[in-house]
């Protein structure tokens, strides 16, 4: 089985993915008429479950929607002990080593992973676990907040495959790490 | 006349324009067989002059080749008083408010102007006075070094009209501002 951990997240040009106070709502400040989904639909039905942050689990939480997720998610915390009721059949806590935490989520039959979240990802590529990552830029300079990449002690090689232009000013990056 | 300040500029993915050491070798390390330009010439051919900061003037100086610009270049320095020799009718110093600067150089007849240089970017982004930024991504995560962009006090709106992708894993996404 192809065993894949991939990104799909939105940036600003400076590469935050919430400004100084934490805020979002830029994210979607973009007119955007049609609800062009920016391949979300299809990046997520190839993939198999979710793994995100006890952050991202919390703010998918604060969301006043429905739970988005058709797909099964693992969310990763030191801390929680469990999962509010009404998520219980939605999600299931893992902790530990990540390449263990991966090696129990495989062993259940998921092998193409979206991982998301800020601190999730930073770990993940930390430890060099990131196989496929599609960066939107949606075209601010925020010029301060939450960073998506942080230090790493080494350096990782990807490739660019593809390139979109969405609602005339996005623009979406698809890399590919080479190994 | 048009008055124009443009950006042309190569960062990791993570939005680093030197890696921790300050070394900038990885900038030339993807294969280039056919010495693809990635649209520099293009671009330089539609620029009347140059500023540059201090530092990124002295790193040119220390390349071991032939002066490489064959437009104007006006040198940003608080504190050089006089240029060495074999510069002389190379560049030109400029000093104190940008704005100032910008008035000085449109008087002598120069209207779009390269913007290069860390620092010299950041000073012109912090007064909002970047109207075009072609960035190429070369596709490292370096995990840390000298960032192209800095804190701005305000946000600021591109929108990004072109993108492109070289030698098979780099792009270039050329983002105008909105006003």
């Given at each position: 089985m192809n065993k894949r951990n991939l990104v799909f997240i939105a940036t600003s040009i400076d590469g935050y993915i919430a400004d100084k106070d934490g805020g979002i709502d830029w994210l979607h400040s973009i007119p955007n008429p049609d609800n062009n989904d920016m391949g979300y639909a299809e990046f997520m039905s190839h993939i198999d479950a979710i793994i995100m942050g006890r952050k991202t689990f919390e703010v998918v939480c604060g969301f006043d929607i429905e739970w988005p997720y058709q797909k099964p998610v693992f969310v990763l915390s030191k801390n929680?002990?469990?999962v509010p009721e009404k998520y219980k059949d939605k999600v299931a806590l893992v902790k530990g080593e990540l390449r263990e935490v991966l090696g129990e989520i495989h062993r259940k039959g998921f092998y193409s992973l979206y991982i998301d979240g800020g601190v999730t990802i930073q770990s993940f590529l930390k430890e060099?676990?990131?196989d496929e990552m599609t960066i939107t830029l949606i075209p601010y300079l925020l010029g301060g907040g939450m960073?998506?990449?942080?230090?790493?002690?080494?350096?990782?090689?990807f490739r660019c495959i593809d390139t979109k232009i969405f609602l005339s000013k996005v623009v979406q990056n698809h890399f590919v790490r080479e190994r």
């Open positions: 929680m002990v469990s060099d676990l990131i960073p998506l990449f942080s230090d790493l002690s080494e350096q990782l090689s």
